[in-house]
């Protein structure tokens, strides 16, 4: 077979032209097998292309879905699944991208409890439930968890409390009690935390 053309393109994607059959690939295929070099290629080699054009297919829409936000290895390892790739190619993507810290445990922990934190109105117990269901280490999770500026977690409990308490229009005082801690505790707050606040205890 015969390479006729070699065109690169943009975002590292390259054309190659093969016996006039246009092939879109990635500079990584080019690398790996030689091509720059090559003007005629066997089947093995046509098929390793294939093959090869394939994997990193996949992994750049691996790499573009973890670009979006911070990817624990459990989300990734499903999102691979779902593009149907084989055993190896997972577990070869996942290596590639621990390398380039693409997949890293402390980092995605970090931004995950800084999002929550900043951005929800959830409590210290349900980000750590939620950090543990993505199967990150329970060290990793409490030693960032220690980290976290508790006052900001119990102003915003108060907060939280406070306009509960205003807003009722319907419920007793006890009714209102039971209400509030127990959505407060959904939210992932202490109930010692929650029963501090005197102004409806």
């Given at each position: 077979m015969?390479?006729?053309?070699?065109?690169?393109?943009?975002?590292?994607?390259?054309?190659?032209?093969?016996?006039?059959?246009?092939?879109?690939?990635?500079?990584?295929?080019?690398l790996?097998n030689?091509?720059?070099?090559?003007?005629?290629i066997?089947?093995?080699?046509y098929?390793?292309?294939?093959?090869?054009?394939?994997?990193?297919?996949?992994?750049?829409?691996?790499?573009?879905?973890?670009?979006?936000?911070?990817?624990?290895?459990?989300?990734?390892?499903?999102?691979?699944?779902?593009?149907?790739?084989?055993?190896?190619?997972?577990?070869?993507?996942?290596?590639?991208?621990?390398?380039i810290?693409?997949?890293?445990?402390?980092?995605?922990?970090?931004?995950?409890?800084?999002?929550?934190?900043?951005?929800?109105?959830?409590?210290?117990?349900?980000?750590?439930?939620?950090?543990?269901?993505?199967e990150i280490?329970?060290?990793?999770?409490?030693?960032?968890?220690?980290?976290?500026?508790?006052?900001?977690?119990?102003?915003?409990?108060?907060?939280?409390?406070?306009?509960?308490i205003?807003?009722?229009?319907?419920?007793?005082?006890?009714?209102?009690?039971?209400?509030?801690?127990?959505?407060?505790?959904?939210?992932?707050?202490?109930?010692?935390?929650?029963?501090?606040?005197?102004?409806?205890?």
């Amino acid at each position: 077979m015969k390479i006729d053309k070699i065109e690169k393109m943009k975002d590292n994607r390259y054309k190659i032209t093969i016996d006039g059959e246009v092939i879109t690939t990635f500079d990584n295929v080019i690398l790996d097998n030689n091509l720059l070099y090559k003007k005629e290629i066997d089947k093995e080699l046509y098929d390793s292309i294939i093959k090869n054009t394939e994997y990193y297919s996949n992994y750049n829409k691996v790499v573009k879905y973890i670009l979006k936000r911070r990817r624990s290895e459990k989300e990734i390892k499903k999102y691979l699944v779902k593009l149907e790739l084989k055993e190896e190619d997972i577990n070869s993507i996942i290596i590639k991208l621990k390398n380039i810290n693409l997949i890293n445990d402390i980092e995605y922990c970090k931004a995950f409890i800084n999002d929550k934190v900043n951005l929800s109105k959830q409590g210290i117990n349900k980000i750590r439930i939620d950090l543990l269901e993505q199967e990150i280490p329970i060290e990793i999770i409490e030693d960032e968890l220690r980290k976290v500026d508790i006052d900001l977690i119990n102003n915003r409990l108060e907060k939280l409390i406070v306009k509960k308490i205003n807003s009722n229009r319907k419920y007793s005082k006890n009714q209102l009690k039971q209400r509030i801690l127990n959505e407060m505790i959904n939210l992932g707050y202490d109930k010692n935390s929650i029963l501090r606040y005197k102004g409806i205890w």
